[in-house]
């Protein structure tokens, strides 16, 4: 039966990658992820940060050092709008972007993205990104300089700075300046555009008798250890670009080492999120020191990513700058390129965690966002999109289908050779044998268009996950997001019964699409030749149940490509099968 056995090991091989998909990689752990994040919430609510800057090359350590102070004097954390409302700011107001910068350390420490929200209700909070000093979930970014000669005085966390206008707008820079008397001046002129750049740039003016050496260097600093999304597909914590080369070490790598350092001539780093990234670019002709480093200066987990320009010489009556480029804000792809071409930011594209298969999910990004400029919506652009990849395995497709309506018709004389020969193993392969060859049928044929379409299956998932795009991205009906699971329930009778079953119940909380998806999936197979052994037969009546509950919590995008997809192969397989019928198969020789 080498056949069936082919058929069956090439389906169930197809599963067993799905499934290990889903549970290797997707880790549907969400009660175990919600009680490590309100641990960790409680965790942030006891402890503040503080910032430790770069050390210059020949010091102690060769990483950011440890935070001043016992974790005895370090203050409980405050309420966010509290600390705001208690420090002198100036303003951010961009269309994109909204917040402030601190005047007392010169903190880009504030930043709200105007145009998304957390939930799909546009009356929902927008995003929070960064959040100052003191609060449980402590973000921002800084900047300065590391003087070569510690006597003199620079800029830290406690300056401050003086501002000469009082809103950043993108039609208004504001500079910062600060003098440390002793014949420095330290100005920062801070300019931001219309998405979610904002450029530093850092000017010293040396009015004293005496050389100074200073070393530019930007940090972004996070409290705690950030709750991600708990997907092996996905990238989440310090990503960077060093000599051109994409490096993603996770929190537990960093955590692990302690400090990784990297040495780059241009480049960039930060940290990302699955859709919001804070990331530090520096003059992409400079070679600077990078690091990630973990450290628990206070009996709490803190990540940084910062980096330490060369030393630049300010001779008396002289002045140096340097420019740091921070981007804050959603990973929108056609906005990452357009600062990778335009401002010449290496792979900057590549903040979107693509994946293995990058080069399916970046071409099927393009095709998706081209079709949706056309037609407005992304759940057609998903369907436009299916019938492309059909398309594109047609040929394959087509002989596949030919080959299963010979096997269907051949079925009546394979059962009477089971069951003439079904004692005698080897005789019974040998006329199976020949009987394929007779009415040239290739069992496996059936199997490679299926594993042929697992990458594109995957790739499509890719996309509808890790892109913002498809973020709160509605189809029709009750469909809000793409992006997440059906939001019916079989067990609210898809919400007739006004009813919250418990999260107990989850696993078999199947929604409409799901449902839809199964029922298309049984219809195809009741096309296919149905195998005459039992066991094998009750492995294919099982098969759509199965995809049932596992692509239940997958993103409904996915599932409705799944299901367009089953429709679109039984209508061509009706078609072939109708024809082959038409056209007659030669009734098979009898033994």
């Not at 972007?97 to 105007?114: H, N, Q, Y």
């Not at 960077?240 to 040495?263: C, H, Q, W």
């Not at 269907?408 to 040998?430: H, I, S, V, W, Y």
Request: proline share 8%; glycine share 6%.
């Amino acid at each position: 039966m080498p056949d069936q056995k082919n058929l069956v090991i090439a389906i169930v091989l197809s599963l067993v990658i799905l499934l290990g998909f889903q549970y290797l990689y997707e880790l549907p752990h969400m009660r175990a992820q919600k009680a490590a994040e309100e641990a960790q919430q409680t965790q942030l609510a006891q402890q503040a940060p503080s910032a430790a800057k770069p050390v210059p090359p020949g010091a102690s350590v060769p990483a950011p050092a440890a935070a001043p102070g016992a974790a005895a004097q370090t203050p409980a954390a405050l309420d966010r709008d509290a600390i705001l409302k208690g420090q002198a700011r100036v303003r951010i107001d961009s269309p994109r972007v909204t917040g402030s910068i601190a005047l007392e350390g010169a903190r880009i420490d504030d930043i709200t993205l105007a145009t998304y929200h957390e939930t799909t209700d546009p009356k929902s909070p927008p995003i929070t990104l960064l959040n100052p000093a003191g609060s449980a979930d402590a973000y921002y970014a800084e900047t300065g300089w590391v003087p070569e000669d510690h006597a003199v005085a620079v800029p830290t966390a406690e300056t401050r700075w003086t501002a000469d206008h009082d809103t950043l707008t993108p039609d208004q820079p504001v500079t910062l300046s600060w003098d440390n008397g002793q014949g420095l001046r330290f100005e920062r002129r801070y300019e931001i555009d219309r998405d979610f750049m904002i450029t530093v740039t850092s000017r010293v003016a040396n009015t004293s008798a005496q050389p100074v050496s200073l070393m530019p260097y930007g940090l972004i600093l996070r409290a705690g250890t950030p709750p991600t999304s708990g997907y092996y597909i996905l990238h989440e914590g310090p990503v960077a670009v060093f000599n051109d080369r994409l490096d993603e070490p996770n929190y537990k790598d960093v955590v692990k080492a302690g400090t990784i350092s990297e040495t780059s001539t241009g480049g960039w780093l930060g940290i990302t999120d699955k859709y919001w990234l804070v990331s530090l670019i520096p003059d992409q002709k400079e070679t600077f020191a990078a690091h990630f480093v973990h450290s628990v200066p206070d009996g709490r987990d803190r990540f940084q990513a910062d980096y330490l320009g060369s030393a630049q010489q300010v001779a008396p009556g002289g002045s140096t700058t340097s420019t740091l480029r921070l981007f804050a804000g959603a990973k929108e792809v056609k906005l990452l390129t357009h600062y990778r071409d335009v401002l010449g930011i290496p792979k900057f594209d590549d903040a979107v965690d693509w994946g293995w298969f990058f080069f399916i999910t970046k071409p099927i990004f393009e095709a998706l966002d081209w079709i949706y400029k056309q037609v407005g919506n992304f759940g057609i652009a998903i369907m436009i999109l299916t019938v492309m990849v059909k398309a594109l395995f047609f040929p394959l497709a087509n002989r596949s289908y030919v080959m299963m309506s010979r096997m269907k018709a051949l079925t009546p004389e394979m059962t009477a050779m089971r069951e003439r020969f079904g004692d005698d193993k080897q005789r019974l392969n040998q006329e199976m044998m020949a009987l394929y060859k007779k009415h040239q049928v290739n069992p496996l044929s059936g199997c490679f268009p299926i594993v042929l379409q697992i990458p594109v299956f995957f790739s499509l998932y890719k996309t509808l996950f890790v892109t913002i795009e498809m973020r709160h991205a509605p189809f029709f009906g009750w469909v809000h997001d793409l992006s997440s699971p059906d939001p019916t329930s079989i067990l609210t009778l898809f919400g007739l019964v006004p009813w919250t079953p418990p999260a107990m119940l989850d696993p078999i909380s199947l929604g409409a699409w799901p449902i839809f998806m199964g029922f298309t999936m049984f219809l195809q197979q009741r096309l296919n030749p149905q195998p005459a052994d039992p066991v094998q037969a009750k492995v294919f009546m099982f098969m759509p149940i199965i995809f049932t509950f596992m692509l239940a919590h997958f993103a409904v995008g996915l599932v409705i490509y799944w299901s367009w997809n089953n429709l679109l192969s039984m209508t061509q397989q009706w078609v072939i099968m109708r024809r082959t019928r038409r056209l007659g198969t030669p009734a098979p020789a009898r033994t």
